[in-house]
């Protein structure tokens, strides 16, 4: 059953069977967490749409952040630099592409947000004034902040044509870019 | 005279007939209020048992989810060839199993060319020194999280949830008169160094277990000795010290992937 109140997100009321021994953790940990179990369902099927089904179509792979530190730490920064202006405008693009159909600013902010919530390699931060400003802050050390510099940028300078202005510290980097007028958002939400 | 005694009979037999009626009925009402109240009660206990013996194992949820979320779900399951129904129970099996520990225990995601890549930048003896280092700790950490006691059970549990989970392989084990763990990967020889060297370490230092391995660049497998109960604990369950049900003998038995095959 859908529902739909002015301009608040429709919603349905699916009644699915689930394994109790599921149900039990599930109303546990969201009560950890401070959430409603309803909100937590939510959450991972929402994770399922945005990142998990795609996941295994790209080549994911999870590791703790200790031992990707570590590696990172014995490579040379121009390796990471030079892999991530490789990576960049691919990964990019093949995210928009396969999750929105569209290539657009706007796809690349939310292809960027997805980043930091699901796959965990930064928090982020977007201001949007006049210019768009991206903050990306992690605890994966000097080189990931040379990576994920080149990175981004590489990818706004390719995909979309725009030169952005960025700033590295160990633990972060900032992007600052324009509003260009290319192609709006497509694709469902 | 006669009239009116016919008249008074009339209506005292209407009054009696309507009087019996309305008894009749509350009866009926009484005796069907009974049976609702008993089956009510039928079911209940019927519940309760099953629930003790561990027989009920699903049980119908209402959730309130975005319309979005439900269609792209619905078009994604349909494209696996899964019902919706499993695609929830899936992934919030995942929960239970993996992503609420990852937040604790802090994992990071990336494009596995990407982390080939990495790998092929550094020397084999660091692959090896740093595998052998995580090892150590990295098993005993999820495990202590995730169930509180390291055994052999939980430890073949922790490399079945990495293989589901993490993407970093793929898993095969095979539990006869010893247990051989078959680990499949697409990430070149360097990742077969680093998982040989890992596991070799996790189980010595979890486990006292000294493992015979053999290596190729896309494999590698670890043949050892040690008792598994085969108790398949559920998360929380575990987490609160008590024991599931649901065992199974290892005797002959096979676990791909976290599934029982007979024999």
Known sequence: MATKKGNRTEHENPTFRLDISILDAIRRDSADEGLSANNLANRQLERYTEWDRLESKFGFMTLRDRMFRDMLARVSPDDLAALGREQGPIEATEYMLLRWKAISLPNFVRFVKNYAKFATQFELQHHVGEEHELVLVHSLGENWSVYLEAFMLAALERVFGIEAGSERTDESVVLTFPDVGVPASQGAE | ?263
């Open chain 2, 1 to 263: 005279m006669v009239r009116t005694i016919a008249r008074e009979c009339f209506t005292l037999g209407t009054y009696i007939r309507w009087h019996l009626l309305v008894l009749a009925t509350r009866l009926r009402r009484q005796e069907a209020e009974d049976r609702v109240r008993c089956r009510g009660l039928a079911v209940i206990w019927e519940t309760e048992v099953a629930r003790s013996n561990g027989f009920e194992k699903y049980r119908s949820v209402t959730l309130r989810v975005s319309s979005p979320v439900m269609d792209v779900a619905r078009d994604a399951a349909s494209e696996e060839g899964i019902s919706l129904n499993s695609l929830a129970n899936r992934q919030l099996r995942q929960y239970a199993e993996w992503d609420r520990l990852k937040h604790k225990l802090g994992y990071v995601t990336v494009r596995d060319r990407v982390f080939q890549h990495i790998l092929e930048k550094l020397p084999e003896d660091e692959i090896v020194e740093l595998g052998r280092q995580l090892g150590e700790v990295e098993a005993r950490e999820y495990v202590m999280l995730n169930w509180r006691i390291m055994s052999p059970d939980h430890f073949i549990r922790f490399v079945d949830n990495y293989a589901r989970y993490s993407g970093q392989f793929h898993v095969e084990h095979h539990d006869e008169a010893q247990h051989t763990l078959v680990l499949f990967h697409n990430l070149g020889s360097k990742w077969s160094l680093y998982l040989e060297a890992f596991m070799a370490s996790a189980l010595e230092a979890s486990l006292g277990v000294t493992a015979k391995t053999q290596r190729t660049d896309q494999s590698v497998a670890l043949t050892f000795s040690m008792v598994v109960t085969g108790e398949r604990l559920p998360n929380g369950l575990a987490r609160n010290g008590k024991k599931n049900s649901n065992k199974r003998t290892s005797e002959g038995s096979k676990r791909i992937n976290g599934k029982m095959v007979a024999p």
